[in-house]
């Protein structure tokens, strides 16, 4: 099987949604389903195929240190994890309370091998070159200050380590961008400026030596190696 089609068949086995944000990220509640039709405009194929890109590029034998930031609720992640029995994995979060549910999935889950731990992506606490892949999912889109997470996470990275994940992009889709602007930046829960794909990938190739850029819709999927 695929890497791409065993997440996502982890994906399919992940169980109730534990709130209204997992819903959504996973599109398993009718009312998440309706926001991400609404706001997305993607079904639950879609959802599925970026969210498998994204975490594609970590091999099913992964036995390396690995970084997530941020955790969130561990909803997209923990299906993962818990393919990777032999990873040291760290899950960071700056909000306590979503790292709680992380937490909590878990237990759960029965994943032993996860460390959490609080802390802010534009001041990592952790020495240079310290693991063998760094996962941020659905993050970069609210950093305040983007140039530093982006500085951050490669910096933590070993050479020759993973760079994966996903996040909004503006000038993908016009009726996203819209409601991007009018109410989840208003909110407080998206920080511009936005990447484009393009800008994306040429900010990832100027860092990294191999670099796979894609979108569904307005979530643009990487995977890089330092």
């Known amino acids: 099987m695929a890497r791409k089609d065993e997440i996502k068949s982890a994906y399919k086995s992940l169980g109730k949604a534990h709130n209204f944000y997992d819903g959504m990220m996973t599109g398993t509640t009718l009312l998440g389903r309706f926001m991400d039709k609404a706001v997305w405009q993607m079904s639950g194929d879609d959802l599925l195929e970026y969210q498998s890109e994204a975490f594609s590029a970590i091999p099913t034998d992964f036995d390396g240190k690995l970084l997530e930031v ?126 484009t794909v393009e800008s994306l990938r040429e900010r990832l190739e100027g860092k990294y030596s191999q670099v796979k850029v894609g979108n569904v819709e307005s979530i643009a999927y990487f995977q890089c190696v330092k």
């Open 70 to 195: 941020p955790v969130g609720t561990g909803v997209l992640s923990m299906p993962v994890f818990k393919m990777l029995p032999r990873a040291d994995i760290t899950c960071l979060d700056y909000s306590e309370k979503m790292m709680a549910s992380a937490e909590v999935r878990a237990k759960e889950m029965n994943i032993t091998n996860i460390t959490f731990q609080q802390g802010d992506v534009s001041k990592l606490p952790f020495d240079n070159e310290c693991f063998d892949a760094v996962v941020s999912l659905n993050g970069f889109h609210a950093f305040p200050d983007k140039e530093a997470a982006f500085g951050e996470t490669c910096r933590v990275l070993k050479k020759g380590g993973i760079f994966c994940g996903c996040f909004y992009v503006k000038n993908a889709n016009a009726h996203t961008d819209k409601i991007i602007n009018a109410f989840y930046v208003k909110s407080g829960f998206f920080t511009p400026p936005f990447e």
